[in-house]
């Protein structure tokens, strides 16, 4: 049923890229509890926002089943955005007038405080591995995208750029950090200072983390006859529009408006990243089935079990390059490279 899959990675380095997506951040196990069964070595994670996430604890030790019953385990979203996590009114009420009373700085410019997320992220690394670890203590080589906005100063021309934490060139940062790094969705939650600098949701620069991830393989492999295969997990936009009829939160826009700009700038990358003919290669999974919200952790269950379905579906037979090629066809189309 595999199979040609799986004689396509024989002899190749195997890396996974993980996207943003939000909540749909569960539908990222299907594709680790596939490859667990299916017992496919990865020899790098790179993860993008709430990619960052779920590659983050994979690569930290922790198992598809234990991810899959820990993302079964979220039932209240107060546990992980604090209280009121759904009252979007009120918080950007109270944020506003705090703004207004205790000056400038970062911290109102959200509407989630990532304290709680902080926390909730480090007491379930500590929880599941023993411990918190640094990006360099990681079993598997990780690395999470963010986007550099400076030092706060208003003059800083180092800012402005993407980085990349990663085991091998930042292994001082913590994880918990580099995941909060690459999550800090503007608007949603405040930026992350680490080392002096904030930084912002990888998202806004790289949903779907393969220009890092073929870069990272150009500067490393050993020979010029060496293959890549990016096993690319999408979770973006997959063509739904909002409807007037239903309840719009702000983070509702935000998140919609980030799934539209990610769906460009991922099939502007695959023209540059998938050259089979050059030694590197994409396969694009889109295992996310339905619309979830950030704070839908009622639709978790349902997104964990069809994404797996999904996955297995995506992979099975000799389409398994298929969305790959479809939305390689797609951006030609737009570019007008297909006359």
Known sequence: MFGPFLDYLK?????????????????????????EEQGIRVDKIFGSSAGAVIGGFFASGVNASRLHDAALDLEDPDRVFGKGSRRMFLRIVRNQI??????????????YDN???ES?????????????????ETERSFSAVSFDIGTGESL?????????????DTPHVSLKDAIVASMSIPGLFMPKKIGGR????????????IVSARDHWLTTRKNKREQLVIIAVDLGYLGETLN???RISPIDMILYSFNIRGKQITQYSLLRVHEPERGCSVVLLKPRCYDINLTDFHKIPGALEKSYVNIRRQLAGDDFLGETEESIQNVKFLLGLNE
């Open 198 to 209: 904030y930084y912002i949701d990888g998202g806004t620069v790289e949903h779907l983390p």
């Open 11 to 35: 002899g190749k380095r195997v890396y996974l890229a993980l996207s943003g997506g939000g909540l749909a951040l569960v539908c990222h196990i299907g594709l680790l509890r596939f490859l």
């Open 98 to 111: 705090e703004t207004r009373f205790s000056g400038s700085g970062f911290r109102h410019a959200a509407v």
């Open 120 to 136: 909730y992220i480090e007491e379930s690394l500590v929880s599941m591995t023993g411990k918190a670890p640094l990006l360099g």
């Open 244 to 246: 007037e009829k239903e």
């Open 156 to 168: 800083d021309s180092d800012s402005g750029r993407k980085t990349v934490f990663s085991t091998e």
């Open 115 to 117: 304290r709680r997320l």
